[in-house]
């Protein structure tokens, strides 16, 4: 998990070469006007916008292996909750799926 300013994205390219398509993108079009999901390259935005929402789980966690999560926070607030997922405190609630690269957990700490 990196937590950064989204100025900084271009520092973390050397990690992620598929980064510089994300910094293109950004670069050439609106964050603000995009509201369907978006492929560019190796790089798939998708827009969530999100209401306060009393039946959110925060101790649902959702895992990657192969893509990652970029999560740009527009406007309001965006809550992330991490975890290693070899932890004894995670209870996989669907094991990893290869074909979507993901899976779920839950963790007993309540800590968001």
């Known amino acids: 998990m990196i937590t950064d300013l989204l100025d900084n994205l271009h520092k973390y390219s050397v990690l992620y070469p598929s980064i510089s398509e994300l910094i293109d993108f950004i670069n050439e079009d609106d964050l603000n006007n995009l509201s369907v999901k978006t492929t560019s390259g190796r790089v ?3 827009p969530i916008t999100s209401v306060e929402n009393e039946n959110f789980d ?6 990657h292996q192969s893509q990652m999560d970029i999560h740009i926070t527009l406007e309001g ?7 290693p997922v070899d932890s004894s405190e995670l209870v996989i609630s669907k094991e990893y799926d290869q074909n979507n690269d993901y899976l779920l957990a839950h963790s007993n700490i309540n800590q968001v």
């Open 58 to 63: 925060k101790t649902l966690l959702e895992a």
């Open 44 to 46: 798939t935005l998708i």
């Open 77 to 83: 607030e965006d809550c992330i909750a991490y975890h």
